[in-house]
């Protein structure tokens, strides 16, 4: 593989998250007063760390969302995680294939590193991935698109920029990974390939991922 190490994002890539999230979400916001449709949250807020939700609802309106918002908001997703999520269908294949090469991964994503654990732990992904490779927006100042995230990652896993592979599926993710220096393949299960603009590659079925990295 021409790559030192693999970035996966975590929703949408590694959990199939973002329906049950964008979905609560948007209910969420419109309960406050904030019409969302589940469109609008994908298009505003996927790939994207919470405090963009607050960001924008400021710019916006100029109102602040409720104290409790993101306590709130995180109890409702991860009851919904615990009855729902599923593992992106064919992930647990790929990182079984990455250990037998001796390819190095992580996943470094916008969510908090809770809520990380939780969609790992009901997917049982968590037998792929320790506390040493797994990497949160909590852990830098800013989130995707800026590249602190990526470039925290790398570090932290002693490979170079220019010698990682982000996979990402969303555009604020790939925006991230470009400013990173870093190669990115868009996964376009879920977002059609025209919003992840800037992709080395294209895929829609895990099974084509590795070979595309090689």
């Not at 790929?94 to 908090?112: F, Q």
């Amino acid at each position: 593989m021409r790559y030192e190490l693999v970035v996966f994002d975590n929703d949408g890539v590694l959990v199939d998250s973002e329906p049950i999230s964008n979905t609560i979400l948007a209910a969420y916001l419109t309960e406050l007063g904030h019409p969302t449709s589940y469109e609008d949250s994908l298009r505003d807020y996927m790939g994207a760390a919470l405090h963009r939700v607050h960001d924008l609802i400021g710019e916006r309106t100029g109102q602040l969302l409720p104290l409790d918002f993101d306590e709130t908001l995180h109890a409702r997703v991860f009851a919904a995680f615990e009855r729902e999520l599923e593992a992106v269908a064919g992930i647990a294949d790929v990182l079984k294939r990455l250990v037998e090469d001796e390819v190095p991964y992580c996943v470094a994503s916008s969510g908090s590193h809770e809520r990380i654990r939780v969609g790992h732990r009901t997917t049982g992904l968590d037998a792929w991935f320790r506390d040493e490779n797994i990497f949160s927006a909590e852990d830098v100042g800013r989130g995707k698109p800026a590249p602190d995230l990526f470039l925290h990652a790398a570090a932290r896993m002693g490979v170079a920029p220019e010698r990682c592979v982000v996979v990402e599926d969303s555009r604020l993710g790939v925006q991230a990974a470009l400013a990173a220096g870093m190669d990115v393949y868009g996964f376009t299960a879920m977002t059609p390939k025209e919003k992840l603009a800037g992709a080395k590659g294209y895929f829609a079925d895990m099974g084509e991922l590795l070979e595309l990295l090689r």
